[in-house]
C-alpha cells in the first residue's frame, strides 16, 4: 500500500518567515496530493491540493509543488501570520477512494 | 448544511464494554470513511464505505465494525472496548473515487 513521509515534525519560524513541509510518497498509481490544517482542538480542513497533471498550484499565500518522478510534494507558505501556526498534513491518493496521510507537521510562528 | 456531524462529541468507556460512534452527512456524498488520530500518527484508516452497500478495510481495522446504514449515515462500532482504542475518531466523506474529503468534528473516546 501506499506509504507517506513527512518532514519536519516540528517547524518553528518568525512572523513573516516562509515555512516549508516537505512530503514523499511511495505508490507511483497515486495523483492526488492534498494538505490539511488542523488548529487544535478542530477537525482537519483542506487548505490545497494538487493533481498529478499539474507542477504546481497556488492560493494567495500558500503554494504546493509536486515532483512525480522524484516522488515528492511540498506546502509553502509565505509571509507567515500567528493564525498559520497549526498541525499541517500531507496525503496521497489514487483512484481507490482511499488518501494516506502523513503523520503532520506542528507549524509555530512566534509573534 | 451541516456537513458531516458525529455523535457523541466525547465519550469514557470501561474495558470490555461496547459503544457505537455515529456519523452523518447530507453532502450527497457517495463514500465515507472512519479515521483513529493518535499523537505523532497522523490520521489513520480504519474502514471506508466507497457507496451506500459496501464497505473495506482500512489501515487499522482490528477491533473495529462498521455499517453503512444509507448514503447518509456510516457507523462505527467497538464491541469490546480496550485501552488501546482510546483515541479521537473522525469521521470524513468524500463524492469520487479520489478527492477532498470532508471531516466531521470528531469524537474524543477513551477507554480506562
Known amino acids: 500500500g501506499e506509504n507517506v513521509e513527512q518532514h519536519p515534525s516540528t517547524l518553528s519560524v518568525q512572523e513573516g518567515d516562509s515555512a516549508v513541509i516537505k512530503c514523499t510518497y511511495s505508490?507511483?498509481?497515486?495523483?492526488?496530493f492534498p494538505w490539511y490544517k488542523q488548529e487544535l482542538g478542530k477537525r482537519p480542513q483542506l487548505i490545497i491540493d494538487?493533481?498529478?497533471?499539474?507542477g504546481e498550484k497556488k492560493d494567495q499565500r500558500i503554494a504546493v509543488t509536486l515532483n512525480k518522478t522524484a516522488k515528492h510534494f511540498s506546502l509553502h507558505i509565505t509571509e507567515t501570520q500567528p493564525e498559520d501556526s497549526a498541525v499541517y498534513f500531507c496525503a496521497a491518493g489514487g483512484s481507490n477512494y482511499k488518501l494516506t496521510f502523513g503523520k503532520g507537521t506542528l507549524l509555530t510562528v512566534n509573534p | 448544511n451541516a456537513g458531516v456531524t458525529q455523535t457523541p462529541k466525547f465519550q469514557v468507556l470501561k474495558t470490555g464494554q461496547s459503544m457505537t460512534l455515529q456519523c452523518a452527512q447530507d453532502?450527497?456524498?457517495?463514500?465515507m470513511y472512519w479515521y483513529r488520530q493518535d499523537p505523532g500518527m497522523g490520521l489513520r484508516l480504519i474502514y471506508y464505505?466507497?457507496?451506500?452497500?459496501?464497505?473495506d478495510k482500512g489501515e487499522v481495522p482490528n477491533g473495529y465494525n462498521v455499517s453503512r446504514l444509507n448514503k447518509r449515515e456510516f457507523s462505527l462500532r467497538l464491541e469490546s472496548a480496550a485501552p488501546s482504542q482510546t483515541s479521537v475518531y473522525f469521521c470524513a466523506s468524500g463524492r469520487g473515487t479520489v478527492g477532498e474529503q470532508f471531516f466531521g468534528p470528531g469524537t474524543r473516546l477513551t477507554v480506562l
Open positions: 505508490d507511483s498509481a497515486s495523483n492526488y
Open positions: 453532502m450527497n456524498h457517495n463514500s
Open positions: 464505505s466507497a457507496s451506500e452497500g459496501t464497505t
Open positions: 494538487i493533481r498529478s497533471n499539474v
